[in-house]
């Protein structure tokens, strides 16, 4: 089975721009999770969706937005790019968000350099 | 709010044991995990604990201590491929469901 896929590996953008990153959870997970890890720290939570419903947002600006269509694919959109959004871009799945089904599996994210 | 703390770095040789220690801080404690992350790769998951002590797994135990506000990672028979980063994160379902809060890794370095 495939894992959690992600669009683009890698992406250049320039201040002012703005990105959609994609993601494909495995198949049959529910649930689609965001996460910025910035070099040398740990993954930093964006938002959480489940059943195309949104379940949670970390602390990001207004210019991060998120959705997750009826395929259970998800879209994340950066507007207005900043240099502190060069970033490795992690999208995660998880079947549900209860007990041991809620474990989040992780895809080889998307590196994003803004210049 | 929560604070996770974890060592930056840990050196140990081939074969070795290291155990890697992780305290945590939560108002909405609902599991803790373990990823491995590989330098330029993405988190893969070790291990789940949601109830007090120790879940092996091969070469990897996981032991949590909820009371503590503690866990440990253990690796054992420590191989050259052990080299990578290890992150604990707790569940936290304060604000919203799901949610994993990370600690900033801890870099494990295997010699020969």
């Known amino acids: 089975d495939a894992g959690v896929t992600q669009s683009p590996t890698h992406l250049i953008k320039t201040r002012g721009q703005h990105v959609t990153l994609r993601c494909s959870p495995i198949s049959g997970h529910k649930s689609v999770s965001w996460y910025q890890q910035v070099l040398g720290q740990g993954p930093q939570f964006i938002f959480q969706?489940?059943?195309?419903?949104?379940?949670g947002r970390g602390n990001f600006p207004d210019r991060f937005s998120a959705r997750q269509f009826p395929n259970y694919s998800s879209e994340l959109n950066v507007n207005a790019l900043l240099l502190g959004d060069s970033a490795l871009y992690l999208c995660a799945s998880s079947l549900s968000d209860r007990g041991i089904e809620e474990t989040q599996y992780f895809g080889p994210g998307t590196r994003l350099l803004v210049l | 709010g929560q604070n996770i703390d974890q060592p930056t770095e840990m050196t140990a040789t081939e074969g070795a044991i290291v155990q890697i220690n992780c305290t945590y801080q939560?108002?909405?404690?609902?599991?803790l995990f373990w990823y491995q992350q590989h330098a330029g790769e993405a988190p893969t998951f070790l291990s789940y604990?949601?109830?007090?002590g120790l879940e092996e797994k091969g070469r990897f135990s996981s032991f949590l201590s909820r009371s503590k506000g503690y866990s440990y990672l253990l690796l054992k028979e420590l191989q050259m491929k052990d080299s990578a980063s290890y992150l604990c994160a707790v569940r936290d379902i304060t604000d919203s469901w799901g949610k994993l809060q990370f600690g900033a890794g801890t870099q494990v370095v295997v010699t020969p």
């Open positions: 939560t108002s909405g404690f609902n599991g």
């Open positions: 604990n949601v109830l007090d």
């Open positions: 969706y489940y059943e195309k419903e949104e379940r």
